[in-house]
């Protein structure tokens, strides 16, 4: 791969990703400051997340607004691929997930992929993709949703609606399709070649407009599901869509939940919370404080300030401070890496005394076949 | 496709069937008369579909067997495509695996493949699927189940306990499997290529060894089943193949659901019976009296005559009677047909009085999901 190469699909990030080119590489379009100011508009406000480019492109939102706004209304749905625990950048398009059910006032809809999960990993099992699923779940409902508006699904649980829903799509989509978006061969399992169609299935659980915030690397599934929707009478669902996450060790790819270094998960200890961001941060920093202070630092590359700017500090003024503290070298790298340590300490405190509430409330969030 | 040649695929049964090369073709082996004796020495009778070699290839029968016989219980499982009304001969296999059920005292399970249908019949919709599912259940109970050790599997209603089976083998297949066991293409819809291991589910829903009696042409499914079951931990299932049943119009196919002039649907009446038979059966006679007389006839390619032997006469010394008078130009077409006639309309009176009970009793013989 050249170096100004990246590959973006569902199960492989790779690279430092130029989101201009993947725009135009897969075929979507840019959030303009024009849908921005729609999106006040309708709502009051832009989620600081869609303020930074958080939330960068997305597919018929235009269109899914102007409906809105002539009274059509639309419902959510977003997902997980419980692949391990839930790291912190699983959380970002689940809360701005959850802005947009308050705003719009209206279902979500949370897929858990443990079929995906068990077909896509060679050493996985469906008894751990399950647990899993489980274990994501805490962290979603931990987030405050409400039961009576958010519905959990987990494909092998609720396949009985979703099989039927994932066939009408399965009809119209053909090995070459599969091929051609994600670059299947003849080696790829019958369980992967079919799993597309059941994360289309819920864009069509509800017989109304559909719009689902996502990583970008989603994007292809959703890609074959809007061909298939007119073919099956439904309207094609629209996408908003978030940039990867870096991990800890630094751009070049999403933060992965199988590799323990890079990675932060919500049930990490503030201990270990310290310890891996002074530990595998990458820093955008100079080799030693003096140089720091004389030549300044890189916030674009810093991932201490990316995880500030993505997730952990709402305020844009902090932020702004911190970037040109920073960049001037007035802010070290230690300074900058405690900042982030008390943010993410903060925050995981109070998270997992929801997430241990939630186990209790679990239940109430299962979506019920009928 | 030249003269000597034919094709079996679950989905496309064309030309004369040797079937001798069939099960060269197939790997499977045949019905010998070892195998017959063992069955006779185990359930006290031959079946005159065995007897007569409408049951004559299988797959591990002999190993399946010897295991009973030290003590090792087995379950049976077979099915049908509900892509049509039930004609008579889908009734061939299920009456074999009563017999099977009664002699061995097991469970039998009954699938009926809506999604399969919907996938491969591009003008069929699910909803007619389940509604000839619906059909087909009531012949199939109307032959005499009894529904504590009859379970009927409808896919899309019984998916929950299915797909986690169907996960488990769609993981061990790949889509070249796909491509040389069936001869999918990029053209093959996901559905389709996913399919095969619903198919293959309920042989893993009990955990112990399964014996299937089927049409020979569903054997690429339990061929690919058969390669999967020691890679998941789990027995390979036994086969036993019964020969396709010509369609009215002669040899060269199996009965079509789809073909009405060729076939002779559980519900026709007595006239319709009359009508068909007369009109359409493929005769092995002279095209007039007086040459039948004087040269005989050919039971071998008589559709009436395969019939009688397949399931209406079940007696070989009248069977016997009729195949020589036949032969030898004493029995004339027309009073052939007539013979056939008789059986059919007498078996479809019968038929039709426990097909028309069979609907207040058909919820106690659905599988339910746990």
Known sequence: MPSDEFVVTPWHVEGE???????????????????LKKIVRITGEAHFMLRRGIFFSHRDLGRLLDDYEKGKKFFLYTGRGPSGHTH?????????????QEKFDTTLYFQLTDDEKFYAKQNLSMEQTKQFAY????????????????????????????????????????FSNTKAVFGFTGETNVGMIFYTSLQSAPCFIENRPV???????????????????????????????????????????????????????????????KRKINKYAFSGGQPTADEHRRLGGNPDIDVPYQYLRIFFEPDDKKLRQIYDDYKSGRLLTGELKAILIEKVTEFLKSHQQKREKAKDRLEKFFFEDR
């Open 17 to 35: 990703i130029d989101y201009e080119k993947l725009i135009k590489r897969f075929g979507t379009e840019k959030i303009t400051p024009e849908l």
């Open 211 to 273: 719009l689902i915030p996502l990583g970008v690397d989603q994007d292809p599934h959703f890609r074959i599901t809007r061909d298939v929707a007119p073919k099956i009478g439904r309207p094609k669902p629209a996408l908003i869509h978030n940039i990867m996450i870096p991990s800890l060790s630094g751009p070049g790819g999403k933060m992965s939940a199988s590799e323990e270094s890079g990675t932060i998960y919500t049930t990490d200890s503030p201990e270990a919370v």
């Open 135 to 174: 274990e994501n779940a805490l962290d979603f409902v931990a987030l405050g949703f409400r039961p009576e508006k958010t519905k959990i699904i987990i494909d092998t649980q609720n396949i009985k609606t979703l099989y039927p829903l994932a066939a009408q799509v399965a009809k119209k989509i053909n």
């Open 88 to 100: 912190i950048g699983h959380l970002v398009p689940w809360v701005f997930a959850r802005w947009l």
